[in-house]
């Protein structure tokens, strides 16, 4: 059983593991289960890039092991070394004593598959934005494309980018579209660089450092995607620990969430082309923003985690 050890500065007790002997585990699929125990046993908050325990674990087994995650069934019951697992248990251990997520203490996330560094400069990524490019966005997509011609999209605009990583989903997704990104946050914009620089997309992708449009003078866009910053103060205050790890910019939407998002809407018409649209992401405020928003016919987005956290609406349509 897990003992109670000193206390933080917060006043909240670190957890101390449990120390497993020589032999005890051996296989992949042993130290995930011992991570899963100790992640309950612990009452980790799972939000950032996976939503539960065993994939949590999982992700940080493969990374002690430099596997992506894809491959963990093929090895789940092959041996781990000595080093491998001490290695291994340095990370489960980390996840429960500091409560920062997963992808801190790598510095790496996945989104659609792809690897994205991060750090504490930048949220971790877990817009569903990029699965709905696939859904929504192809020519072959089930939904079929809310933009006639995907391949003529020529200029997108990725506001509030954070770690870069919709700017590089978009640049991937639109082959002939030139991406701008935005983000307030310097520590953003490096993140950003080096996101871009290791896809080597310098040359498609441009980063600004500025507040929402204000970069961009009178730019022109066939698609703008945005996330932007979309908790109110009462989600603010009951943020978990594992949040609170994150940059505050980048959750803080103001008294009801919605600050940055009625910019969006309001400065959007003088940056989309006429056969354009915007994509943002709200989280689970839909209610609100059609309350806010009556005039405006919003076209609700699901994904496979997700029911109407995003929002399409096409340039006409805004006005
Ligand atoms: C929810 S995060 C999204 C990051 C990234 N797009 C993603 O999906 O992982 C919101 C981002 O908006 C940035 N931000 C907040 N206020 C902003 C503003 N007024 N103008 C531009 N960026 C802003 C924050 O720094 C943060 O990186």
Redesign the pocket.
């Known amino acids: 059983m897990a003992r109670v050890s000193k206390k933080t500065a917060r006043g909240r007790a670190t957890p101390k593991l449990a120390k497993v002997g020589p032999g005890e585990l051996l296989t992949l699929l042993d130290f995930v289960r011992y991570g899963v125990s100790r992640f309950v046993e612990a009452k980790l908050a799972f939000a950032h890039g996976t939503t539960d325990p065993v994939a949590e674990a999982a992700f940080l087994v493969c990374e002690a092991l430099h596997l992506h995650p894809d491959q963990f069934e093929a090895f789940a019951h092959a041996r781990v070394t000595a080093a491998e697992g001490k290695t291994i248990l340095d990370l489960l251990r980390r996840r429960v004593t500091t409560r920062k997520p997963a992808a801190y203490l790598v510095n790496k996330i996945y989104?659609r598959g792809l690897p994205f560094y991060v750090d504490e400069r930048?949220?971790?990524?877990?817009?569903f934005?990029?699965e709905l490019l696939e859904s929504h966005f192809g020519v072959d997509g089930e939904a079929g494309s809310l933009i006639d011609d995907p391949t003529s999209v020529e200029r997108v605009l990725?506001?509030?980018?954070?770690?870069?990583?919709?700017?590089v989903l978009a640049a991937h997704h639109f082959p002939n579209a030139e991406v701008d990104a935005?983000?307030?946050?310097k520590?953003?914009i490096e993140v950003a660089t080096r996101n871009v620089g290791e896809y080597r997309l310098d040359d498609r992708i441009s980063l600004y450092r500025?507040?929402?449009f204000?970069p961009l003078g009178d730019n022109k866009y066939d698609l703008i995607?945005?996330?932007?910053?979309?908790v109110d103060a009462e989600g603010m205050a009951a943020l978990p620990p594992e949040c609170r790890a994150e940059?505050k910019?980048?959750?803080?939407g103001g008294a009801d969430g919605l600050d940055?998002v009625r910019?969006i809407l309001r400065d959007a018409p003088d940056h989309l082309t006429p056969d354009g649209g915007l994509i943002c992401?709200i989280g689970r405020g839909r209610g609100l923003v059609d309350e806010a928003f009556p005039e405006l016919p919003l076209l609700w987005l699901d994904t496979e985690d997700s029911e109407g956290e995003v929002f399409w609406i096409s340039a006409a349509d805004l006005g």
């Open positions: 989104m930048v949220i971790v990524p877990r817009s934005i990029g990725d506001l509030c980018t954070g770690s870069g990583c919709l700017a935005v983000d307030i946050s520590g953003a500025g507040d929402l204000a995607i945005t996330n932007p910053p979309y940059p910019l980048a959750f803080d940055v910019r992401e």
